[in-house]
């Protein structure tokens, strides 16, 4: 099994500042995606990251894939009151791999007006 | 185009009883993902189903299983409940469930509670 380890498990911040949030794993993946959940509701897909060392932006919210595509990481610039939510990442491992995402326990973002 | 709808979903259910859960998928996808929600577990894989063939299975006991039909729309079922079957399970579906670009689109869940 391939572990995703997330940190920190809870954010709390203000509006308009900045947060970051890691995922961390020994082992290598094909990919990483992100998803944000809220409460009652499925994850919704944000991003997915397939190359080592690659940079996505959506908006305010900055991806990057480590360069031995073990780790990754999510910065959201000036946050809102609309990012929260349960940020979740989850990978694509190198085998054993049909439909099967290994997912992070989450980091709970709460950003207060 | 329609997102992945799950029914029921909420179900009450008490020990010993079983349960049938069901998903239908984006339509053109073929790939269907089931994974269990919980607080202590997070989201834990349960199986995968393309064209009818469970491809890929996680670490649950031989209680939860499931099946797709032909139109790709998926069952699981969960026979025996116990009280740690409380969940929220959620389906997943992708074009072909495979590789690296493996994106998958979730449905809003079946929040399932045993008594």
């Known amino acids: 099994t391939q572990l995703l380890e997330q940190s920190p498990q809870f954010l709390s911040i203000q509006e308009g500042e900045n947060l970051t949030v890691y995922c961390n794993s020994s082992?290598?993946?094909?990919?990483l995606q992100w998803y944000r959940q809220e409460p009652g509701e499925g994850p919704v897909l944000l991003v997915t990251v397939v190359t080592g060392g690659e940079v996505k932006k959506l908006k305010r919210l900055t991806f990057q894939f480590g360069d031995a595509r073990k780790d990754s990481s999510l910065h959201i610039t000036a946050a809102q009151p609309g990012d929260t939510g349960l940020y979740l990442c989850a990978g694509v491992g190198t085998t054993d791999s049909w439909g099967k995402l290994q997912f992070g326990a989450g980091t709970q973002v709460v950003v207060t007006p | 185009k329609a997102g992945v709808t799950q029914t029921p979903r909420y179900l009450i259910k008490t020990r010993g009883q079983q349960v049938t859960l069901s998903c239908s998928p984006i339509?053109?996808?073929?790939?269907v993902s089931w994974y269990q929600q919980t607080p202590g577990q997070g989201l834990q894989f349960l199986f995968e189903y393309f064209s009818e063939t469970q491809r890929n299975k996680g670490n649950f006991p031989g209680r939860f299983s499931g099946r797709q039909f032909s139109n790709s729309r998926s069952e699981m079922n969960v026979s025996t409940l116990e009280l740690g079957d409380s969940a929220l399970y959620l389906c997943?579906?992708?074009?072909?469930?495979?590789?690296?670009?493996?994106?998958?689109?979730f449905g809003p869940g079946t929040r399932l509670t045993v008594l």
């Open positions: 997943a579906s992708s074009l072909a469930g495979g590789g690296s670009y493996n994106e998958q689109f």
């Open positions: 339509s053109g996808h073929r790939s």
């Open positions: 082992s290598v993946f094909s990919s």
